[in-house]
C-alpha cells in the first residue's frame, strides 16, 4: 500500500503553507518534491513522517511502515562522536564503522560534531538515514553544503543504498532529481 495523502492543509498562523493536497506516493522509486524555497515542501515531508499533524484532511499509511528522514539540519547529538551518532541509529559499531568508511570519514569518527565540518556532519547525517532499515528514505536538501566531488560521490552512494525503498527527495537541483530518475511533485506547494 502506498502513501496516500487525502485533502491535506496546513498553515503556520497566518499563512497557509499546503491548502487541500491529494497525492498518491508510489510503493517505492523516486519522487522529488520541487519547488522554490518557502513554498512547503519540508511541511509536507514533516506531516509524512507524522512529525508535524495537518490541520485537516489524512494521510494515510501502511501499518508499521519505517520511515528515515534527513533532514535540512544535521541534527547529531552534540555529546556523541560521530561514530557513535551512526552507532546509535545502526545498531552496532561495526555498521557505523563501514559507514564511516563509505563516506571517506574513517578518520573522523572520534570526533564530535563541532569539531568536524559542515560537509562532514552532512554526510555523517545522510549516512544514519541511508544505514536505517526503512520502507522510506526522505532526503530534505541532502547535498547543499557538499563540494562538487563529494556532491557526485553521495549521490552514487545513495543511488547504491535505495533499493526497493520509496526515495522522497526535497531539492532545488533539478540534477538531482533527474540522477535519480524522480517523479517530479510541484505546483501543488505555496
Not at 506516493?25 to 511541511?43: D, I, M, N, R, Y
Not at 560521490?153 to 532529481?177: C, F, G, K, P
Request: glycine fraction near 8%; aromatic fraction near 6%; charge should be negative.
Amino acid at each position: 500500500m502506498s502513501i496516500i495523502l487525502e485533502h491535506v492543509s496546513k498553515a503556520f498562523g497566518e499563512r497557509q503553507v499546503l491548502r487541500d493536497v491529494s497525492l498518491m506516493l508510489p510503493e517505492s522509486g523516486a519522487v522529488c518534491f520541487f519547488g522554490p524555497s518557502g513554498c512547503g515542501k519540508t511541511t509536507l515531508t514533516r506531516l509524512i513522517c507524522g512529525l508535524d499533524k495537518p490541520d485537516s484532511g489524512r494521510i494515510l499509511k501502511p501499518k508499521g511502515l519505517r520511515i528515515a528522514c534527513h533532514f535540512q539540519e544535521d541534527r547529531l547529538l552534540p555529546w556523541y562522536t560521530a561514530e557513535e551518532n551512526l552507532t546509535l541509529a545502526l545498531g552496532s559499531v561495526e555498521e557505523a564503522r563501514a559507514w564511516l568508511e563509505r563516506l571517506h570519514l574513517a578518520d573522523a569518527g572520534a570526533l564530535y560534531p563541532d569539531e568536524l565540518s559542515g560537509g562532514m556532519r552532512r554526510r555523517v547525517s545522510l549516512a544514519r538515514a541511508l544505514g536505517y532499515a526503512s520502507d522510506v528514505l526522505v532526503l530534505d536538501e541532502p547535498l547543499r553544503e557538499l563540494d562538487e566531488a563529494t556532491c557526485a560521490q553521495m549521490m552514487a552512494l545513495i543511488a547504491n543504498h535505495i533499493s526497493s525503498r520509496l526515495l522522497i527527495l526535497v531539492t532545488h537541483d533539478r540534477r538531482q532529481a533527474d540522477y535519480f530518475h524522480c517523479q517530479m511533485i510541484e505546483g501543488i506547494f505555496g
